[in-house]
C-alpha cells in the first residue's frame, strides 16, 4: 500500500509541470539573461561565422576582393635540376663525460633525477620483483613494504628498506 502511494507522489511529482520540458534554448540563461545557444560539436563550422548563435543568414559574404591569391607557378615551368631543398644542419655527436661513460659501462642510463634536477646513473636490476627479507637477498635495495627487490638503483625520495641484519630503516636520497 506505501509502495502505491511512494509511486503515485513520484509519478504526479513528474507530470505537475504539465508533462512539457522546457528547451534550454528557448529559455533565458539565469546568469547572464540571454538565451542560451546550443550547438553540436559534430556541427561543420561555417567560414567567418564569429558568433554561433547568429543564424546563417546575418553572416556577413566575404569580400571578394580581400580572397585574391597571389599567382601560383606553374609546376611544369619549374625545373627541376635548379630547385634546391635547404641544406639540413647535422647535429655534432655529443660527447659523453667520464661519469655518464662510466655509468653506460655498467648498463645504466644517464637522466635527471631526484627532486633537485641533477644527473645520475640510473640502473635497472635484474632481480627487480624478487622477493627478499633483507639487503643482501638483493642487487639493489630490498623494500620493506612489498619484501620485494627494488626495480631501480638508486630509489631517488624516501622509502622503507631492509638493512643486511633485516631491521627495517626510512632512507631518504635527493
Not at 528557448?26 to 540571454?34: E, L, R
Request: aromatic residues 2%; hydrophobic residues 40%; negative net charge.
Amino acid at each position: 500500500m506505501r509502495f502505491c502511494m511512494v509511486l503515485a507522489v513520484v509519478v504526479a511529482g513528474c507530470t505537475l509541470g504539465g508533462g512539457k520540458l522546457a528547451k534550454p534554448s528557448d529559455s533565458a540563461n539565469p546568469i547572464t539573461g540571454d538565451a542560451i545557444a546550443v550547438t553540436s560539436l559534430d556541427a561543420p563550422t561555417v567560414a567567418g561565422a564569429a558568433d554561433p548563435a547568429k543564424p546563417a543568414a546575418e553572416i556577413a559574404k566575404p569580400d571578394p576582393a580581400a580572397q585574391a591569391v597571389a599567382p601560383q607557378p606553374n609546376p611544369a615551368a619549374v625545373d627541376p635540376a635548379k630547385a634546391t631543398s635547404p641544406p639540413v644542419a647535422e647535429e655534432p655527436a655529443r660527447v659523453l663525460g667520464p661519469e655518464e661513460l662510466a655509468c653506460v659501462k655498467k648498463g645504466g642510463q644517464w637522466s635527471v633525477a631526484g627532486k633537485a634536477g641533477g644527473m645520475s646513473c640510473v640502473r635497472r636490476m635484474r632481480d627487480a620483483g624478487k622477493s627478499c627479507h633483507k639487503e643482501s637477498d638483493c642487487e639493489g635495495d630490498c623494500l620493506a613494504r612489498s619484501n620485494t627487490c627494488a626495480p631501480i638503483a638508486p630509489l631517488f625520495g624516501c622509502n622503507e628498506i631492509l638493512q643486511d641484519n633485516g631491521a627495517m630503516v626510512t632512507l631518504c636520497i635527493d
